[in-house]
């Protein structure tokens, strides 16, 4: 969202220049409290080894998953990148719940006046688009993140949500979207069984939890792979590796 009085409202960055300069008459902070652009502040990990770390392992954890599935193994290798393509973040997203893996972020600074002011003719030519995550961007994820631990969910009931998830007849593509259907109804039923115990709240909580799992495509894999991913891999394609690894 942006702010109508902000200098970074429109597409035009020099205004900001004059934005800067008008609202020194405003009164030290008072710009920049007012202005709903801050959300838009790029921001890194404050512990990046840690938590990088941690990411890597959910990651080889989830690689394990699909590759130890005997119904997902016996797809055609075809099938299997595409639905790989389509869910690792979803399913890389349920295994930071699973493993309560947390973390911080920082804001980056950014770059001086004159720089851009410099760089502004070439960089929109020579230099790749900025991928480096916002703060608005980290806090939807975070809300997410934590919206599943408020779930509470059992070991049983993520390997079955885990199945739903993976299992997504829908990926344009498929040669086998209606056996993958019959994976996926298959795994939806497991996770219903399970809840079954908790009648006459299980119904009201199967639907939540399928709910609250589909907002997790509206997370993108830049975001994922930026923040989690990228200080240890550098330029490497991650969906690349995660092919090679599974």
């Known amino acids: 969202m942006e702010c109508e009085g902000c200098g970074c409202h429109g597409e035009d960055k020099r205004t900001a220049i004059l934005y800067t300069l008008l609202s020194q008459n405003l009164g030290p902070g008072t710009a920049r409290q007012r202005c709903l652009c801050q959300q838009r502040r790029t921001v890194s990990l404050r512990t990046p080894r840690a938590t990088c770390q941690a990411a890597s392992d959910v990651l080889l954890k989830t690689v394990s998953f699909m590759r130890n599935l005997p119904s997902f193994q016996l797809l055609p290798r075809e099938d299997q990148l595409l ?25 980056t600074p950014a770059p001086s006046m004159l720089k851009k002011i410099l760089l502004d003719g070439r960089s929109r030519w020579q230099e790749p688009e900025q991928t480096q995550p916002t703060l608005a961007a980290v806090q939807r994820l975070q809300g997410t993140l934590n919206t599943f631990w408020s779930l509470d969910l059992s070991p049983k009931e993520f390997a079955y949500l885990k199945g739903a998830v993976l299992f997504n007849p829908d990926v344009p593509g498929l040669r086998t979207s209606l056996y993958i259907h019959s994976l996926q109804r298959e795994a939806q039923r497991a996770l219903q069984e399970v809840l079954q ?20 495509k509206s997370i993108p894999p830049t975001l994922v792979t930026e923040l989690f991913f990228r200080p240890l891999i550098g330029n490497a394609d991650i969906l690349e590796l995660i092919t090679e690894m599974l």
């Open 197 to 216: 115990p908790r009648q006459p709240e299980g119904r009201g909580r199967f639907a939540r939890i399928l709910l609250i799992t589909s907002t997790l």
């Open 83 to 107: 639905l790989l393509g389509s869910c690792w973040v979803p399913l890389f997203l349920l295994g930071l719940v699973q493993e309560m893996v947390t973390f911080e972020v920082m804001e």
